[in-house]
């Protein structure tokens, strides 16, 4: 049975930085592609970040390259998502993914089977 479990959010203040963490069981974790996910109230479900497992490839939304940094420590089964520069635009429940994507489907919700619970990041202004 695949698990993933999604934490580390909360609420921070425009500029600053959070970590999410993303601890997966049940499926070996290099042969997965591994992504976040974020949805505001009212909008649709957002890739954001992505790893792709067979090239290891990192695919990120222009929303948040170069502030965002996607990482997964195999050992571990655990992928991170470091946030820096954080605006109140960031603002959503994020969920972490799990699946048989590549590159040119990395932030499509359709190519993941296995998701998260989400956890939730505010941030206020």
């Known amino acids: 049975d695949v698990q993933l479990q999604a934490s580390g959010g909360g609420l921070v203040q425009a500029g600053g930085s959070l970590r999410l963490s993303c601890a997966v069981s049940?499926?070996?974790?290099?042969?997965?592609?591994i992504a976040w996910f974020r949805q505001a109230p009212g909008k649709e479900r957002e890739g954001i970040a992505c790893i792709v497992s067979d090239n290891d490839d990192t695919v990120y939304s222009d929303s948040v390259k170069g502030r965002f940094t996607i990482a997964s420590d195999n050992a571990k089964n655990t992928a991170y998502l470091q946030m820096n520069s954080l605006k109140p635009e960031d603002t959503a429940v994020y969920y972490c993914?799990?699946?048989?994507?590549?590159?040119?489907?990395?932030?499509?919700?359709?190519?993941?089977?296995?998701w998260g619970q989400g956890t939730l990041v505010t941030v206020s202004s």
């Open positions: 993914a799990a699946g048989r994507a590549i590159t040119s489907t990395a932030t499509t919700p359709r190519a993941y089977t296995n």
């Open positions: 049940g499926l070996t974790f290099g042969n997965s592609a």
